[in-house]
């Protein structure tokens, strides 16, 4: 709280002096015209538009959010707005104050810059697979992270969202490239690289440019294994001294979505009985235990930001408060975020500025808080949840209802919930300075340092509670917490990044060059210390080690130091507008590896033909824009720990000499043997692609077919016993991973009338992703979810990663004769403890029995195909947008299901009624009453496809002459919803599962997915 108060304080007298700045220049001005600038086609505002005083060089350009203020001579009366790709617009201003402007499109390829990473580019002369967001695109969502906002938005981008507040999104770019390296895309914020961006305010970005294939991100080496993301958020821009103030507010509500219907109490009682043959006569409760732990929740987003300058220097300051409730009882989110871009033109040659931005977040009793390897139970909650029998009170007064002495397997889940808390507050700091000097005209340099530091307190408490009748309705069971416990970690981060770097152009007639030159350097330190104590008072004000006691204490701690260096090098050559060619090549060192695979090389090339600029095709009039590009390129991946190569010790270890356990003496032990020669995990990526642009570019669209390999992936390889490891594996590059595949994006927009102007864009991507050559290395299994199930998947070669490896199903024994007439070839009865209504499984090598030699593949969470629908309507004043998203073809593996060990669990309310039930529904599907502990089969893989409404937002902005009166700006309202609608057919929560690429796509504790309705209202002044 304390910090949060002096962050107002210290925005508050930040507002107020540049306030007091501006005002003896507004006193001056004789006339101060300001409005806002918007495209016809779209109704969005556009930034970089040139406002310029007729027949004077006088002007401004508009800011991120389409505004500008100029001051203006009296005799000064006519603005012409003109931007690349609109026709310019002249507008006599009269006695006007206020003057909203839209421009017109040419109806032909704006040839916009995009950033591409150390550099810009026209968007016409970029030869890889390079798309662009713009940030008024992404802020229309009330989401966490940008990275939320782009489901579905972009071609060959997967992201998996979790519902928990406070998460970041699970990405992937054309496929799952690693097993066990790291699967963190860059994000590169200004300059900074960072694998995470949820301090990053979505109202302060201008655009982000998405670099999905080997050739784009080559020139981030190591970095762009992943794919690489570039951030820009907002400048000041001139202004003529005038202050810009944008105020950005949404409140909502959220709530659960597809909750999975338990059985209730009477639907409980009939299946239990059926299954064990005993009736229940002991409670009467009927309770929902999801309704129990879950509620609706609160979230707010309030932003605001002020911007301005002159022609010397440009400001931008924003600030944000967002506080997200989860559904979850006792979950909450916080952040406030600062950010401050300056940048001064020195002189005519010599340019510089300052970003620096700071986020305060505090999560309590949040999910996977990983921290301290807890969740506030919330993971124990859902479990418990889906497990515990309604026939159980929650609480009886001020008890808790006694679930665990009733089924000792499963605890009561508001105590899970109440019994611990967890509080996780993160301060991080990321700022840069950039010094660009322009010498010549044909020579630039730039030098720019960044820097990242967070500082993160993480505490855990567990309170004090017996299974006695001081806490329960009923004293038993196996739920207690016998002494309290406090722990405490506190981790510290710091990384700098300092790019160096010189660009030459020069243009020789037809020829146009332009070669990149420099140097980046990095470095990365962590510390983090640990500590705990049992015994802590249950008085928060006194959760400190200290009142703990003594003899409990134990601490931990670890520090982490990692390098980088690398020179890279670009060229840009362009022949009349119609033949590109790009290539660059990028040396990293890392000191992750041994120093003789310390370096890595990583070249990229890539041609473009713009078919359109051809003389041939001047005579037709159906292409705007056709061209076709073709890019290799090869990039690494070094997201592995900084020891890999180093063999570690376990000290302090009692070693006996001649087996005398009293003559012990402290000693050491190799708790792993690594390999020496560990290297990067290196990929190749092939990308071809047709663009085009058509109907006076009303139709638009592109076609990319790529091919990505990567050798030299890490797995564990078994090595003999005999070496001394005691896991007898080997972490080492020794497989291969493929993933082949075809985008399609297509967009139709037109302007029907003056009114009425539309936008309909969809994208598809079908991927396959398979193992193509372990190289020794043994099949790895994964997805270990316990009780009679174990793992659940494998990775194997000519299979997709972490493929469902299971017991396939041939249906239902219906009677006894079945049973006994089920043999293998040799007149082995196969399942000879089975009774009608279990499961009849595949004795796949036909031996005689059922055991994991009977597994075969399943299917694997990775989908064939992934899909988004991006509508968009302006009518008048009105605006509708929808984003629809979805994939096809994947599997997810129903672990909550899977788990149900103990007859007493809960059941599906479905599963009550479609079960077997002999002669009365002779199922083929459903297996009869039972008491669990099922075996791992394909029964519990599912579909994974679903149809999802993203967002639907309709908005209306306040004409003029109403917004003249009151002197503001612009004025938009506006309510939408998030996750409005999922058409699914997996009958758990959700069928977006983020996990590891080898456990990924498995149900157990996933937070469910939300549904929020807000309002919310944009304003400019």
Same mark, same amino acid.
Request: proline content about 3%.
């Given at each position: ?33 300001k409005g806002t600038v918007k495209a016809s086609d779209n109704g969005e505002s556009l930034p970089g538009v040139n406002v310029i005083v007729k027949g004077t060089n006088h002007g401004t350009v508009t800011n991120f959010d389409g505004f500008y203020s100029l001051e203006l001579k009296l ?54 697979? /390079? ?10 969502? #009330? ?76 020139? &981030? ?41 338990? %059985? ?12 064990? =043959?005993?009736?229940?006569?002991? #409670? ?7 309704? !129990? ?31 997200? @409730? ?23 040659? $010599? ?38 029998? #309604?026939? $159980? ?34 301060? *991080? ?9 322009? #010498? ?6 730039? +030098? ?22 001081? !806490? ?12 309290? &416990? ?18 030459? +152009? ?14 980046? %350097? ?41 390098? *980088? ?23 990293? =060192? ?7 695979? *310390? ?6 090339? =890539? ?12 005579? @037709? ?8 590009? %073709? ?10 720990? !900084? ?42 990526? &092939? ?52 993933? /082949? ?8 927009? +037109? ?9 309909? =864009? ?30 659940? /998947? ?179 309202? &506006?309510?939408? +919803?998030?996750?409005?609608? /999922? ?26 997915? !939300? ?11």
């Open positions: 709280m304390h910090i949060q108060s002096l962050i107002r304080k210290i925005f508050k007298y930040l507002l107020t002096a540049l306030l007091l700045i501006s005002l003896p220049t507004i006193g001056l001005s004789q006339q101060i015209i005799e000064e009366k006519v603005l012409v707005f003109s931007f690349i790709g609109y026709e310019d617009q002249e507008v006599e201003i009269g006695n006007q104050t206020v003057l909203n402007v839209t421009l017109k499109s040419k109806n032909t390829a704006i040839d916009e810059l995009v950033v591409i990473g150390y550099g810009v580019q026209k968007k016409s002369d970029i030869t890889g697979a /390079t798309i662009q967001l713009k940030g008024t695109e992404l802020s229309k969502q #009330p989401v966490l992270t940008a990275t939320q906002a782009m489901q579905g938005k972009v071609s060959g981008v997967q992201i998996i969202s979790s519902g928990s507040p406070g998460s970041t999104p699970q990405m992937r770019i054309r496929g799952t490239g690693t097993m066990l390296g790291g699967t963190h895309v860059l994000y590169v914020v200004d300059g900074v690289l960072t694998d995470d961006i949820t301090n990053v305010n979505s109202s302060d970005i201008v655009d982000m440019n998405i670099l999905k294939d080997a050739s784009s991100s080559a020139i &981030y080496g190591s970095r762009g294994a992943n794919g690489v993301i570039i951030i820009t958020t907002k400048k000041g821009s001139s202004s003529g001294g005038k202050l810009n103030i944008n105020y950005n507010s949404n409140i909502g509500i959220r709530q659960a979505s597809n909750l999975v219907k338990m %059985a209730n109490a009477s639907e409980y009682k009939n299946y239990y009985q059926a299954a064990t =043959g005993i009736a229940i006569s002991g #409670p009467t409760a009927n309770t929902n235990w999801y309704k !129990t732990i879950l509620r609706n929740a609160f979230e707010q987003s309030q932003n605001i930001s002020i911007s301005g300058g002159s022609e010397k220097a440009m400001y931008f300051f924003s600030t944000s408060y967002l506080n997200d @409730q989860g559904i979850v009882f006792k979950n909450n989110f916080k952040r406030i975020t600062l950010r401050s871009n300056i940048d001064f033109n020195i002189s005519k040659y $010599i340019k510089t500025g300052f970003q620096t931005s700071y986020a305060n977040a505090i999560n309590e009793n949040g999910f996977n808080n990983l921290d301290i390897n807890e969740n506030g139970n919330i993971g124990s909650a859902f479990n418990d949840a889906y497990r515990a029998a #309604p026939i $159980i009170s929650p609480k009886v007064g001020d008890k808790y209802g006694n679930v665990s002495a009733f089924n000792g397997q499963v605890g009561n889940p508001l105590l899970d919930i109440e019994n611990n808390r967890v509080r996780v507050a993160a301060n *991080r700091i990321q700022a840069a300075g950039y010094l660009d000097i322009n #010498p010549f005209s044909f020579l630039s340099y730039h +030098s720019s340092i960044g820097t990242d530091i967070l500082f993160r307190q993480a505490r855990l408490y567990d309170y004090k509670f017996l299974n006695d009748e001081s !806490t329960f309705d009923v004293a038993g069971g196996n739920q207690l917490n016998s002494v309290s &416990y406090l722990s405490n970690k506190n981790v510290q981060n710091f990384k700098w990044v300092w790019d160096n770097y010189f660009t030459f +152009s020069e243009k020789f007639g037809k020829h146009d060059f332009k070669l990149m030159v420099g140097t980046t %350097a990095e470095k990365f330190q962590e510390t983090w210390l640990s500590g705990s104590r049992k015994d802590v008072p249950a008085d928060s004000d006194l959760w400190y080690l200290y009142n703990g006691l003594a003899n409990s204490s134990q601490n931990d701690g670890k520090g982490d130091i990692w390098t *980088r260096n690398s020179y890279m090098s670009r060229l840009n050559y362009s022949y009349n507008d119609r033949y590109m060619l790009t290539a660059t090549l990028r040396r990293d =060192g890392s000191s992750r590896f041994p120093k003789k695979n *310390r370096w890595g090389t990583f070249p990229s090339v =890539g041609l473009a033909w713009n078919i359109n600029k051809e003389g041939f095709m001047k005579s @037709q009039h159906l292409f705007d824009v056709l061209r076709v590009r %073709a890019s290799w390129g090869v990039v690494g991946n070094d997201q592995i720990s !900084t020891d890999a190569y180093t063999n570690t010790v376990i000290p302090n270890l009692a070693y006996p000499f001649s087996g005398i356990s009293s003559g012990a003496s402290n000693g050491s032990q190799i708790n792993q043997i690594k390999d020496p020669n560990i290297k990067w995990e290196s990929t190749a990526e &092939y990308d071809f692609a047709l663009e085009f642009g058509m109907l006076e570019n009303k139709l638009s669209g592109e076609l990319n077919y790529y091919n990505k390999k990567v050798d030299n992936a890490l797995i564990n390889v078994n090595i003999p016993s005999t070496v001394g490891d005691a896991d007898h594996q080997i972490l080492t590059n020794a497989t291969s991973i493929q993933n /082949t595949g075809v985008e399609v994006m297509l967009k139709w927009k +037109s302007n029907v009338n003056k009114n009425l102007s539309y936008s309909i =864009g969809a994208n598809v991507t079908l991927n396959k992703n398979k193992v193509v050559g372990l190289n020794g290395g043994e099949p790895i299994w994964g997805g270990n979810i316990g009780a009679a199930q174990g793992f659940t /998947t494998l990775t194997d070669n000519s299979h997709a990663i972490g493929s469902f490896y299971v017991l396939k199903v041939l249906g239902v024994f219906q009677d006894d004769p079945e049973i006994l007439n089920y043999k293998s070839s040799d007149g082995t009865i196969i399942q000879p403890t089975a009774k009608p209504g279990g499961f009849k499984y595949w004795d796949k090598n036909d031996d005689g029995k059922i055991d994991d030699k009977d597994r075969d593949f399943a299917g694997s969470y990775q989908p064939k195909a992934y899909f988004g629908v991006n509508i968009n309507v302006y009518y008048r004043k009105w605006d509708f947008s929808m984003d629809i998203y979805g994939n096809v073809g994947n599997k997810v593996y129903n672990g909550k299901r899977a788990i149900r060990i103990n007859g007493k669990d809960n059941i599906e309310s479905a599963l009550v009624y479609n079960r077997w039930n002999g002669s009365q529904n002779p199922s083929q599907t459903q297996p009869g009453a039972n008491t669990g502990n099922l075996l791992a089969s394909d029964y519990f893989v599912e579909s994974g496809d679903f149809y999802r409404i993203n967002n639907l937002t309709v908005g209306y902005t306040f004409p003029d002459p109403f917004l003249k009166k009151l002197n503001i700006s612009s004025l938009r309202v &506006y309510v939408t +919803s998030q996750n409005l609608l /999922t058409l699914k057919k997996y009958s758990g929560f959700t069928s977006e599962l983020p996990g590891s690429p080898l456990d990924s796509g498995i149900e157990l504790s996933t937070y469910p997915t !939300t549904r929020t309705i807000a309002l919310g209202i944009n304003l400019n002044f």
